[in-house]
Every structure is written in C-alpha cells, then in structure tokens.
C-alpha cells in the first residue's frame, strides 16, 4: 500500500522510501537505490578513462585523466573488479522491479529503440515502472558486466591460459566493450535530452506526477491508488 506523506518535502522522503507520492512529486528511487546506480556509474567511467588509453594509441591522451599510462594499466582491472561488484549488488537490488511480465515478453525490440527515442511510440496504459526497454538494457548490462570480467581476467592473467584462450579473450572484450558504450551513449541521452525530467530522478530521487504519467502510467496509478 502506497503511503502519501506531506508532511516533510519529497527529497527528504527520498531518503528511505520510493513508490511514494509527495503533494506533486512522487519518489521513484530511494537514496540505497541511487548510491549504488552512482556507484555503478563511477566505476565504469574509472575503467573507461584508464582503460581506453590501453586500448588504442588513439585515446592516450586520456591516460592524463587517471595519472598517466603506467597507473592507467595498475587501476584499470581493479576499476573492472569493482565496477563489476557493484553490478552485481545492483542486479539484486532492481531484480524483483526487473521481471518481465508475460505481456512484456518479446515486446520490445531494437528495431522499435529509434522510434521510442524519436517518441514515435507511446507508453502503454498498464506500462510499469520500467518499461520492457528499460528492463532489456538492465540484463544486458549484467551480462555485459559478466563479459567484461570474464574476459578481463584472462587479459588481466595472461600465463595461466592458451593463446587461444586469449585471444578470444581480448575479441570478447573489445566487442562487449563497443556494445556497452553505445548502450551507456543512448542510456545517457534516453536520461536527459530524450526525456526531461528523468535525471533529477537520479539527483533528487522524484519526478514530477505529470512526468509518471505521461512515462509509466500504470506505475503513476498504482503509487497514487487512482486513475487520473
């Protein structure tokens, strides 16, 4: 059962509630649910930054960002380490907001993103929390997330497998790498130019009621138990 409190303002809420309405906000992420997306987000850009040096002479000037190229290759496998531990508290964390209902399955497709990002498409009525895009990109950074580590770990230990072993380790996460950065591309701008109101959801931990039910309808009726 949704509590709606107006007794102290949204962000305050925000702290330790979400699913909750508050006069015109209504609190989509709690503070635990915002730290660790951050968490997340900071790890990946740590790898990136040290990373992408070591991946090609064309971004060595990127090493500058971490301290130069020898502690670009000392902190990138750690950075990987960690941004994979926080992907995986993550995971358990959104999982149970994450399931694909069985009228979501198979609903979304990639060749529907371009439409939705051109707002060619719109929600559902009965659209939850988070749409089957959403929910898509969300696996699919697990998944990559395990790639990375995988293959990072034969890159990281190099003697301990078969040439072949490495090469298809390297293979593996150059173009999991490639994917996951197209992916963090479009989820940035999906986040901020695409849909106005949703960063602050990441900053504040509210949005507005107009932007939920406008998005995600059938989240906006079940936190406001009516139909508006």
């Not at 809420?13 to 987000?41: F, K, Q, S, Y």
Request: proline fraction near 5%; glycine fraction near 8%; include cysteine.
């Amino acid at each position: 059962m949704t509590t709606v409190n107006d007794a102290q303002p949204a962000v305050i809420t925000a702290r330790h509630n979400d699913n909750v309405v508050v006069g015109d906000e209504i609190v989509r992420h709690r503070r635990a649910t915002r730290l660790m997306h951050w968490c997340v987000a900071l790890t990946f850009f740590i790898a990136l930054f040290s990373g992408m040096p070591i991946w090609s002479p064309l971004f060595a000037w990127m090493a500058a960002l971490v301290g130069g190229m020898n502690v670009a290759r000392i902190i990138h496998p750690y950075a990987g380490s960690l941004f994979f531990i926080a992907s995986v508290v993550q995971f358990f964390h959104w999982l149970a907001d994450m399931r694909f209902r069985d009228d979501e399955k198979g609903a979304w497709k990639p060749s529907r993103l371009m439409a939705y990002m051109r707002w060619e498409e719109n929600p559902s009525d009965d659209q939850g929390k988070f749409n089957p895009g959403q929910k898509v990109f969300f696996f699919s950074v697990c998944l990559g997330a395990l790639g990375l580590l995988v293959s990072g770990i034969i890159m990281w230990f190099p003697l301990y497998f078969p040439p072949l072993v490495r090469e298809l380790g390297i293979l593996l996460h150059d173009i999991t790498f490639i994917f996951f950065l197209v992916g963090i591309i479009t989820h940035i701008y999906l986040g901020t130019a695409a849909e106005p109101g949703t960063f602050r959801s990441m900053t504040r931990g509210t949005v507005s009621r107009r932007w939920a039910r406008l998005h995600h309808p059938g989240w906006f009726r079940d936190v406001t138990n009516k139909k508006e």
